[in-house]
Structure formats: structure tokens, C-alpha cells
């Protein structure tokens, strides 16, 4: 399986790369666009829409187009959200963030930018008009208020406040789960897949997303995400409510564990699930 | 044809109130999104998807979801174009931007909001899934590196220097009329019109969109778009390259003039261009 999984990745960071470069306009500006979209990363979201249009039956090169939208879509987010006035972050995956790298407003146009051509490569695709409205009908409810922009929001608006459970899931619900779980709809959308399909995507990407954010906190906490170019502890010196603060270590792990179990469970529901298990073992257990 | 303007603008304003109503995620954000988006303003961009949806043969009706997105991108726009790290406008038609209202990381996340609820009212909406992408292709395009943040980029890596007539028309191709020319392909895409009208569309829009810009610089400089809470001459005061110190105002109303011509000439490629035709003297005539 971490072959197939390579093998997905290598076929998303070589579209992306073309499709940046095919984006058009200012040079510059694809410079900057293309500064944070190849900086490497896990590209879970992207393989999650090639796999799972995969486990539906497709032919996970007929979401390609859908899995760079979704791996634009969160890199837009990631640079407007190390932004000074968001979360003010100088380093992401060890590396000066945008606004260090090229100022302010070119990081500010650059995720503008990377958000529209996101919806661009979708929508211009060679893909079947149907099934190209549908993956970026799905998109667009996980960007917008009710999905990143919402938990973003809300999780600002938090800041320096201790939050309950039901507050810290809506944070993440929208700010991870929400394109996660959009990246699993949209793949079943790009085979072409039936309502059970689509069910059973939407409850595999919605526990795969909060064990892989409570995941998150348990290793920013133990200071594995030094690599991400994250202090160790910071959220915890910063006073921010995480589910480490909330419920503790063993916790986490049994909450982790139940929901992978979940997402497991789910992925069952496919004609070919046994990627998707798979993947949900390994985000459990990731060490960065 | 005053009238049906009017019409068309009632249409859009009830529908944007309701888009944003119902985007779902916090209130605070939907209020951000709301005071821009409600704040007034002529509302060309969607009037000229309605009528260029009916001039195609269609019901101006079946184009309001196009019509909406258009005006919800075109305001994002413009809350990120304020911003101190871009243009740092402090008043927009008279009122405080939005990040004077709510402050900085309020609108800058009001923005990303709107344009992604753009594509969802969009595509999450009950016209043909056919039409719907096409749309929404058209709307990404014109939102991109290819236009409206292209257009940005260039115009602010280009402040504080001399301009040439080729850079300032770049400028304003992506910032200006790529999305005029956008709203009226959509108009005709919302319709399911042809290839020759689809032309005339991207024509009309095009001349249009440069009268309207030339249109712009030569109220900016009269001092007349007070009423916007635009300094008077704030362009020329900053040592700015605009049409009218590049030409003059005899000259760019020649411009304005052919330009408008030219936009009535392709009108008349439709089945019913009479608005069309009538829209393109008054934005020429318009006085604020």
C-alpha cells in the first residue's frame, strides 16, 4: 500500500506542477503560488479523492483534476492563515511561510489566486461537466462559511478563551474535517458513484478527519512536529484549548482509536476498501 | 430600459440577501460578508448576466445564481483590495471598509468567505449541472492569476512607476474587464446560447469593461466619485499612471466613445440586444 500510496503522490505533485504553470497571468505571481504548493507535504487530501474515486470504482486518474483542486483549496488556506493578522506564523514545513518569502500582499494574492485556480483546473477539465459541478459543488461548501472559513473564524474569535469540547469539534469540524471529508465525497463524485457511496465517504472522511486532527494535537504536544517548523508545546504555552488539554493523552489515543475504527468500519462499504483502511492505520499512527 | 434595470437590480439584491442568510457557519462571519456585499453600488456585473442571459434567448430568472456569484466575487475583491497590506482604503462608497469596521482578520476572512460562497450559490444551485460548470469555469478564470489577481498583482508591483499605455491596459484587462467579459459569457452560458453568441458576449464585454475602466479614471480625476469616498484626484496626487494622464481628457473620451461603439456594434449579434446597446451608453455617460 505505501507504494500505491507514492505512486498517487507522484501523479498529484506533477499535475500541480503543470497546473500551475498553465495557470496564465503575472509570472510572479505563479511564483508565489508555486512556493507553497510544492513545499511537499503528506498530499493526504488529494490521494484520499484518488483513492477513494478508486474504491467506488473509478479510475483514480479520472479525479486528478479534483484532487489538485482540493490540495490548492488547502494550500490557499494554509498561506492566508500564517498571514500576521491570522495566526502570524513565520515557518511552515521549515521554510520562511509566504508573507516572509514574498511580503504581505503578495502571500495575500497568491492564496486569493490559488483559491480561484483551485475551482479553475476543476472546472476546465476534461472531466464530465456533471461530474465536474458536483466535485466543485462539494468544494465549495467545504471553503466557504459553513466549512475552513467558518472554523477559522471561529477558532480566532476563541483565541485566549477556554473552550468546551462541542466548541473545540465545531473549530475543527470546519477547518480540517470539512475538506477532508469533501475530499472522499468528491472522488466517489468523480467515479460517478451511487448515494451509498457517497454516505459512506462522508463518515469515512468525517472520523478519518477528527482522529487525524486529535492525532495533530497529541504530536504537536509530544514536540514531533519540530520538523513542521512548529516551537514545541506552542499551543499549550499559548494557553489554546486543545483535545490534549481536554482530555489528556489516553484519552486522545482511545478517542484516535475509535474513530479509525469508525473510518475502517466505513470503508467496508466500498466495492475495493482495503487502501482506505489502510490509510486510516497509518494517519493513526504517523510520528509528523 | 431604465426600469428593467431597476427590476433586474431588485432581483439580484433580494437573492443576495438570501444567499448569504443561508451560506450557514458563524453569524459574525455572515455579517461581515453581508455589510459589503449589501452595501449598494450599481450592481452592473449581475445585471449584465441577466441580461445577456436574455439576450441570448433565456429567462433572465434562470441566470440569478450566475448573477449572484458574479457580485459575491466581484466583493471579495474589493474588501481584499482595501486591506493596509494592498491598497489600505479606509472608505468604500462612503462607509468604512471592512477591516476598519471589523478589523483586519475579520475581512480578510469575510473575503476568502465570499469567494467561495460565490461558486457555491453557484454550483450548489438548481440550474442544469451543464450550465452550472460552464459558469462557474467562466467565473474561475476571470478570478484567477489570469485576471482579477493578475490584474492586482501587476498594478501594485507597478505603483510608484511610469506606465505604459500595454501595462496599464494589462492592468485593467485582469482587474476590470476580465470579469465584465466573465458576466456576460455567463449570461449567455446561463441560456445554453451558441458559439457566435458566446462571441459577441466575450466582445461586448470586453469593449464595455474598457470603456467603463477609461469611464472611471476620467470621474476619479473630475472629483466625482466623492459620493464613493474616493479622495479627489487621490490618483493623480499619488503619482499614478491612469488613462487620463497617459491620454488627456479629449482623447480617452474618443476612446470612451469608439470603445462603446464598438460594444453597441456586437449587441447587435444577439436576438435582443436593445439593453445591451442601451447599458453601454449609459455607463459611457454616467457621471458617478
Given at each position: 500500500m505505501e507504494g500505491r500510496y507514492s505512486r498517487d503522490k507522484a501523479l498529484v505533485e506533477e499535475a500541480l506542477a503543470r497546473a500551475v504553470e498553465s495557470s496564465g497571468g503575472p509570472a510572479g505571481l505563479r511564483e508565489v503560488m508555486a512556493y507553497s504548493l510544492m513545499?511537499?507535504?503528506?498530499r493526504i487530501r488529494p490521494v484520499l479523492v484518488l483513492e477513494c474515486c478508486r474504491a467506488a470504482g473509478g479510475e483514480p486518474e479520472a479525479a486528478l483534476p479534483a484532487a489538485c483542486a482540493v490540495e490548492m483549496l488547502h494550500t490557499y488556506s494554509l498561506i492566508h492563515d500564517d498571514l500576521p493578522c491570522m495566526?502570524?506564523?513565520?515557518?511552515?514545513r521549515g521554510r520562511p511561510t509566504s508573507h516572509v518569502r514574498f511580503g504581505e500582499w503578495k502571500a495575500l494574492l497568491g492564496g486569493d489566486a490559488l483559491q480561484a485556480a483551485a475551482f479553475d483546473v476543476l472546472l476546465n477539465s476534461d472531466m464530465p461537466p456533471e461530474r465536474r459541478a458536483a466535485c466543485a459543488a462539494l468544494l465549495a461548501r467545504a471553503a466557504g462559511p459553513a466549512g475552513i472559513c467558518g472554523g477559522q473564524y471561529l477558532d480566532l474569535e476563541g483565541e485566549g478563551r477556554d473552550l468546551t469540547r462541542t466548541q473545540l469539534e465545531d473549530i475543527h469540524r470546519g477547518k480540517t474535517c470539512a475538506l477532508l471529508e469533501a475530499a472522499c465525497r468528491m472522488g466517489v463524485a468523480a467515479a460517478g458513484g451511487d448515494g451509498e457511496q457517497m454516505a459512506a465517504a462522508e463518515a469515512y472522511g468525517r472520523a478519518l478527519g477528527m482522529a487525524f486532527q486529535i492525532r495533530d494535537d497529541m504530536l504537536d504536544e509530544l514536540g514531533d512536529q519540530r520538523a513542521l517548523g512548529k516551537p514545541v508545546g506552542s499551543d499549550r504555552a499559548e494557553g489554546k484549548t486543545t483535545f490534549l488539554t481536554l482530555y489528556g493523552p489516553e484519552r486522545c489515543q482511545t478517542l484516535v482509536d475509535e474513530l479509525t475504527a469508525q473510518a475502517k468500519a466505513q470503508a467496508g462499504?466500498?466495492?475495493?476498501g482495503a487502501f482506505l483502511r489502510w490509510l486510516a492505520d497509518r494517519l493513526a499512527l504517523r510520528e509528523s
Open positions: 513545499a511537499g507535504g503528506k495566526d502570524d506564523d513565520e515557518l511552515r462499504r466500498f466495492p475495493d
